[in-house]
């Protein structure tokens, strides 16, 4: 493929937590100058590869070249001194510190021993304009920044670092479009600078649209190299999972109606500025879709229908009665039966250092317990049901959730809300950094939840999920209702064009009949 | 926003302690029967300046997201030293001091290599080592007594050119040459990353265990500093227990009035000496008015809470529940 000497290159590379073999005599080349896409499911070994190229972890056998000469770091400084920077998924940043401080932490600029601020200033907001971010103020604290302005501090913290190979994993994925639109070019112009950048992302259209190479892993292994564009989606998905790929998304099944109230309606639905006059009906058995960019009320309205929010205008109706959702306890009892299955699992969804067991009760110790005392039998039933039902891969309900993958984490915040038996579920973009497997996975329990009963409002940034999984798309800007899909006007096209509020230039469509 | 309102948002624990601060000390001043006067300064502040030391020396640590509750057992252990050593000609004078202030910086090394490399929580390994460390100065005092340069002690407890205490001189030093380099060093700043995230601080390559081993290491030099002050003001040596826990306490009490967060991350040494004066101040006013010495806890507590309630008025507000835990 290519015949230059690679800048980095590993062989053998071996690594085993306890008797999990994460990565399995992996090899891989990166060459100057290009974006190598790396491609897998969760668990597959992406990421472990990664922590050993940085030096988080050692690797137990197999060995590193950068730049011809053997390398081994210490830890993620030598990694960094030597010329690899990662962009990991799970923020590096220091939320009491400001963005000058974090972009240049591991090496500020000094003067008699003290940090040099007025050049650190200066090279923060010149590594600020390289990611294309200017806009962030350099004294800003990083605790008061959303998290996609957070992401764009982290490129330029990578930068900063003058890297020679960058390493970007799900980079990506709390961005907004604007702002991956960005990234994009700050990546492109890197590569044009003869950086080599490792690309992981489970977002193929991103991928097809920045990557040379593209390398598959599958279970520990790189499985295939490729150029990219030289295979189709399906192609690369049935490399990544080993079988073939079908049937991503279940059947929609034809909702017929049936002269009930909507299990949730919201009339004028406002938040101060956030949320405006936000008007809908979600049926039993239906799955609507929220769409639109990130950032553009979306997470507002699920917190408003949750009870999170103070100061709501507008009435929301369960089952046709008007009711005042004043807490989440109250969202959650059995009158009105919501559940929120929230977006960061890692701090609003679960307890990580308790076990699957604590962490499925926590929402649901009314099931049972009696007189305020936890009947341990009933609990054990129902959690072992649970654990059956959602498939979770844990060894024993006993462990702790930390030790679970991403994708296994994931179900367990949603099996914790299942529990409650809730009638209308609400998720925020619940498939976000998961596996194809694991996504699959997903989408057929929200249809089985919704052909039982459930009302579900999904959140999604990903549209393949928001045209495959839902029955009706309201698309979100600015606060509003841009745009109702339904059935088969719900196209990539359409999402994208009333996401970024312009008209798509089609004819009106008669409506499906 | 503009770059004062930055400085401002930066600095909002300070200044409020700096208020707090104001407000009570002009109470006490302007009631005062003597009225304000260069002695009423002097005895205030040679009163307070014990609790700043100690005040300092745990916001180090707190901002690293550990505590040390051995400070007050350190001054204790300090002082019963420096009432053996800090005695004699200006040289051995010299040496003495130095020993004492070696002997501080030994207590802290001693936690911050528990803590770092015996991985034990800060709040269990310093409760035991607080213990040995009164341990120690039992022995070396176990009843009250023995003396310290009498020339030296007044020269640090009295006044510079008659107006200024000179013990709030040697507070205001300690500030700006322990505090205000270290705040500034990658250290210093390492020891705020270390307390905000100490996960993200590893990932970034930020020098973690020298943060918190010089965080330790400092709180032990001031609780030293604090001591020796202390063996100034009292001329001898006591291992007494209960004031040693009381500075302990009343150390946390001073940090959170000075606006450092117990989460890590936040606040200033600054912020905590402003604390200490703060809740030293809140006795003497009871004592400008007259109240029964029996009301001084309660008083002491109330006020200590009415001040931390103030950090908490932005709750009030808030619009979206989740903030509440932020």
């Known amino acids: 493929m290519i015949a230059a000497e690679p800048l980095f290159r590993a062989a053998g590379l071996s690594k085993r937590y306890g008797g999990v073999i994460a990565l399995d005599r992996a090899d ?8 190598h896409a790396i491609l897998g499911e969760n668990g597959a070994g992406k990421s472990t590869l990664i922590k050993l190229m940085v030096g988080v972890v050692a690797p137990d056998e197999g060995r590193m070249t950068l730049e011809g000469r053997e390398v081994a770091f210490a830890g993620p400084a030598a990694a960094n ?44 907001e010149e590594a600020l304009r390289r990611a294309g971010a200017g806009d962030i103020h350099p004294r800003a604290l990083v605790r008061d920044l959303p998290l996609s302005r957070r992401q764009m501090v982290e490129i330029a913290k990578a930068l900063a670092r003058q890297p020679k190979i960058l390493i970007l994993d799900e980079a990506t994925s709390a961005l907004t479009a604007a702002d991956v639109t960005k990234v994009f070019e700050v990546l492109k112009r890197l590569r044009s600078e003869g950086l080599a950048l490792l690309y992981i992302s489970h977002r193929m259209h991103e991928i097809a649209e920045l990557a040379d190479d593209c390398s598959v892993f599958r279970n520990g292994r790189r499985i295939s190299t490729f150029a990219a564009g030289t295979k ?55 799955i609507i879709g929220l769409g639109g960019l990130d950032g553009q009320g979306q997470r507002e309205l699920l917190l408003a229908l949750f009870g999170v929010l103070r100061d709501t205008s507008g009435d929301i109706l369960i089952d046709g009665d008007k009711v005042a959702i004043d807490s989440p306890v109250t969202a959650k009892s059995d009158r009105i039966g919501l559940a929120l299955i929230p977006e960061d699992r890692k701090t609003e969804g679960l307890m990580l250092p308790m076990s699957v067991r604590d962490n499925l009760s926590a929402a649901a110790f009314d099931r049972f317990s009696r007189l305020g005392l936890i009947d341990r039998q009933r609990q054990s039933a129902l959690i072992d049901e649970m654990i059956r039902l959602i498939e979770i891969k844990t060894a024993s309900p006993d462990l702790p959730v930390s030790a679970l993958s991403g994708g296994n984490q994931q179900k367990v915040v949603i099996a914790k809300w299942l529990m409650n038996r809730p009638r209308i579920i609400l998720l925020n973009d619940p498939t976000r950094g998961i596996d194809v497997g694991t996504k699959q996975e997903i989408y057929r329990l929200l249809r089985r939840l919704a052909d039982e009963g459930a009302a579900i409002l999904l959140y999604s940034t990903d549209y393949d999920e928001l045209i495959g999984c839902c029955d009706r798309v309201l698309v979100m800007y600015d606060g509003a209702v841009r745009r109702e899909l339904t059935g088969a006007e719900i196209t990539e096209r359409a999402l994208v064009s009333s996401a970024l509020n312009v008209d798509d230039g089609e004819p009106a469509k008669a409506s499906a009949p | 926003m503009t770059e004062w309102r930055y400085w401002l948002a930066e600095q909002r624990g300070t200044l409020l302690a700096i208020g707090i601060f104001v407000a009570m000390f002009l109470i006490y001043a302007t009631n005062h029967p003597a009225g304000f006067s260069a002695n009423m300064v002097q005895t205030a502040s040679n009163k307070a300046t014990l ?15 550990g505590i040390d509750l051995s400070v007050g057992m350190i001054l204790t252990l300090t002082n019963c030293l420096a009432s053996w050593i800090v005695v004699g000609t200006a040289t051995e004078t010299a040496l003495g001091v130095i020993g004492v202030l070696g002997t501080g910086v030994l207590c802290g090394m001693i936690n911050g290599a528990i803590v770092i490399f015996g991985r034990l929580q800060p709040i269990v390994t310093t409760i035991a080592t607080g213990a040995m460390y009164y341990g120690v100065a039992l022995m070396l005092r176990p009843n009250p007594g023995g003396s310290v340069n009498e020339t030296l002690a007044d020269a640090l407890t009295g006044r510079l050119f008659g107006v200024v205490p000179t013990s709030l001189v040697a507070l205001a030093a300690a500030a700006l040459l322990i505090w205000v380099p270290y705040s500034r060093s990658v250290i210093g700043r390492a020891a705020f990353a270390t307390g905000s995230s100490e996960v993200a601080a590893y990932m970034s390559g930020a020098p973690i265990r020298a943060a918190k081993f010089a965080a330790y290491t400092l709180a032990g030099l001031l609780s030293a ?26 150390s946390i009490a001073a940090v959170v009035l000075g606006g450092v967060s117990l989460m890590g991350g936040r606040g200033s040494a600054i912020g905590a000496i402003f604390g200490a004066l703060a809740f030293r101040t809140i006795g003497d006013l009871l004592f400008v008015f007259d109240f029964d010495p029996l009301w001084q806890p309660l008083f002491q507590g109330i006020v200590l809470m009415l001040a931390v309630s103030i950090g908490a008025f932005g709750l009030v507000r808030v619009r979206n529940r989740l903030e509440w835990f932020g």
């Not at chain 2, 604090?226 to 009343?250: K, P, R, V």
Request: with cysteine; glycine share 8%; hydrophobic share 45%.
């Open chain 2, 51 to 65: 609790l700043a030391f100690v005040a300092m020396a745990q916001a180090i640590v707190v901002i690293t997201a």
């Open chain 1, 28 to 35: 891989l080349e990166v060459h100057p100058g290009r974006i």
């Open chain 2, 225 to 250: 500093i604090g001591g020796l002050f202390l063996t100034f003001f009292s001329y001898t040596g006591e291992a007494a227990y209960a004031s040693g826990n009381a500075y302990t306490l009343f």
């Open chain 1, 232 to 286: 189709t989606d399906a192609e690369v998905i049935e490399l990544m999972i080993g079988r073939e790929y079908k049937h991503a998304f279940p059947d929609k099944p034809v909702r017929k109606p049936d002269g009930r109230p909507p299990a949730l309606q919201c009339k004028a639905l406002g938040w101060g500025d956030r949320l405006r006059d936000i008007s809908f009906s979600l049926h039993a058995g239906e």
């Open chain 1, 81 to 124: 001194d030597a010329g690899i920077v990662c962009i990991f998924q799970e923020l590096s940043l220091i939320p009491d510190l400001s963005v000058a401080d974090n972009i240049l932490i591991s090496h500020p600029p000094t003067r008699l021993g003290m940090i040099d601020r007025r050049t650190q200033r200066r090279i923060a």
